[in-house]
């Protein structure tokens, strides 16, 4: 198996360890990659230092809401804005099982409920204290319409797998500081987020407007048939324009690769 995490675009390297603590516990002996990549992905969501699940940034409105997905053998599921529940990748993967292929909101909420995910408050201290410490500094409308457009990326997680000949992306999100609630980023997006085929997996991480506007997974994954992964990660960074938070992890054939913007915690097997 091949296999590759990270912690999201800006998280600092000395969380290296807990991706890989991620990867050990979440992937002993997977039947194929998309277990693999579910596995880690849930570590991560559950470890608080990460922007995903347990830990996820709180929108300007003091609510929480995360973005996931998984793709697999030419198939995906993938989940946005949902709240109260600690593993938004385990409700994306049972997306994956048909017969639809993205829930949003209030829906797929009503959706993971059915399917035995019990209400979960995601919230951490440390969320609620730099959510007050925002709020503290918006004292008109004005600054809260400069809020709007100081949306960053971060800490966000996921990972890619090859497995069998097989390969596997999953990622989540809480988001990006600090967003209105409703916003959707590129993370549960095909083709912007993540996307896995037969060459291989790509997930990305960073300002998800961006990404979207890029198609940034889908293209690594074109640029890897030219370019060998390690050159494929490199350009779709290098195609954004400079001071963009932009973060890419791939498998293929070669094994795996990852290039950012900025320091980006990772783990690779
Ligand atoms: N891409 C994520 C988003 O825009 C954020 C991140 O990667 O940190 O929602």
């Given at each position: ?20 603590m991620a990867v050990e516990k979440g992937?002993s ?10 596995g880690?992905?849930?570590e ?226």
């Amino acid at each position: 198996m091949k296999l590759m995490a990270h912690g999201g675009v800006g998280s600092p390297r000395e969380l290296d360890r807990h991706v890989r603590m991620a990867v050990e516990k979440g992937c002993s002996d997977p039947v194929d990659a998309l277990e693999a990549v579910v596995g880690v992905v849930s570590e991560l969501e559950d470890d608080p230092v990460f922007n995903a699940g347990t830990g996820s940034r709180m929108r300007l409105d003091g609510s929480i809401q995360m973005d996931a997905a998984v793709m697999f053998r030419g198939n995906m599921g993938a989940v946005g804005g949902i709240e109260r529940v600690r593993n938004p990748v385990r409700v994306a993967a049972e997306v994956y099982k048909g017969p639809y292929v993205f829930l949003v909101g209030g829906g797929a909420r009503r959706f993971a409920r059915g399917m035995g995910f019990v209400s979960y408050d995601t919230s951490t201290e440390k969320r609620r204290e730099e959510l007050l410490e925002m709020q503290e500094k918006i004292s008109n409308d004005e600054e809260l319409r400069r809020m709007y457009h100081m949306v960053d990326g971060g800490d966000t997680v996921g990972c890619v797998a090859s497995l069998g000949g097989e390969y596997a992306a999953a990622v989540s999100t809480g988001g990006t500081s600090y967003c209105i609630r409703g916003r959707i980023g590129d993370s549960p997006l095909v083709g912007c987020g993540f996307y896995a085929g037969e060459h291989g997996a790509v997930v990305t991480t960073g300002k998800g407007e961006e990404i979207i506007k890029n198609i940034a997974a889908y293209r690594c994954y074109e640029y890897m048939k030219e370019y060998g992964i390690s050159g494929a990660c490199q350009k779709v960074v290098e195609d954004f324009p400079k001071g963009i938070s932009v973060g890419v992890i791939a498998v293929g054939e070669e094994g795996t690769a990852s290039a950012s913007s900025k320091e980006m915690s990772q783990w690779s097997l």
